[in-house]
């Protein structure tokens, strides 16, 4: 498993530094909260537990690997209202080996079976309180 970091994906401990850097039209709530959704995972990576971003075919804004193997895939999304993006998201599970998958969003919660995967969509803050 190759760990990626895209050169079109940053996080910043500081989410002002993104409005301080990037125009204003490229900004959106989704960076931030993915940004915010990174820096909790942060806290929780251990030598056992590492953190991963994926490209290519098995495209998924996290995953999280244990003793060589993904026990969680992770996407991140503001909006899912609109069909294409609802899509868009759910299709990163689509080529992950991993049956615990999890849509974070803004507000959206439900659970969902989509290409034989149970999907669990949360509110990032149900989400962010549930892991303190």
Request: contains cysteine; charged residues 25%.
């Amino acid at each position: 498993m190759k760990e990626v970091q895209s050169v079109k994906k940053y996080y910043s401990i500081d989410t002002g530094f993104y409005r301080a850097l990037l125009p204003s039209t490229n900004m959106n709530k989704g960076v931030l909260l993915e940004n915010a959704v990174f820096l909790h995972f942060r806290k929780q990576v251990s030598h056992t537990r590492k953190l991963h971003f994926l490209e290519g075919d098995n495209n998924c804004d996290f995953v999280w690997i244990e003793n060589e193997k993904i026990t969680q895939a992770i996407q991140v999304a503001w909006d899912i209202s609109d069909p294409k993006t609802y899509l868009l998201e759910i299709e990163a599970f689509k080529n992950i080996q991993c049956n615990n998958c999890l849509l974070i969003t803004s507000e959206d919660e439900r659970n969902v079976t989509e290409f034989g995967k149970n999907i669990r969509i949360v509110p990032a803050w149900k989400f962010l309180l549930s892991q303190a």
